[in-house]
């Protein structure tokens, strides 16, 4: 069986918060960290439709984290994107 390995990076203003905000949904297949102003995420798996399935979770929760980073800067609603 192959193995399918990937890395997401995102540049955010608050790199940190936003990692430390996805690393309780991290599966065991996921590490995520916080480098220079981004996010680092390494996904891994075996079969093509779980990384898949991984990846978009991951976005979801990508945004849901950046959007409470943001409130938790200013104290204010996130602006819709």
Excluded: F, W
Excluded at 2 to 25: F, N, R, S, Y
Excluded at 27 to 45: H, N
């Amino acid at each position: 069986m192959m193995q399918i390995e990937g890395t997401i990076t995102t540049v955010h203003e608050k790199a940190e918060c936003v990692a430390q905000a996805l690393a309780p949904d991290n599966l065991r297949s996921m590490a995520t960290k916080a480098e220079d102003g981004r996010v680092v995420t390494t996904i891994e798996g075996k079969k093509l439709r779980s990384v898949i399935a991984s990846v978009d979770d991951y976005l979801m929760n990508l945004a849901v984290a950046e959007d409470a980073c943001s409130v938790r800067k200013n104290g204010k609603e996130p602006q819709n994107r």
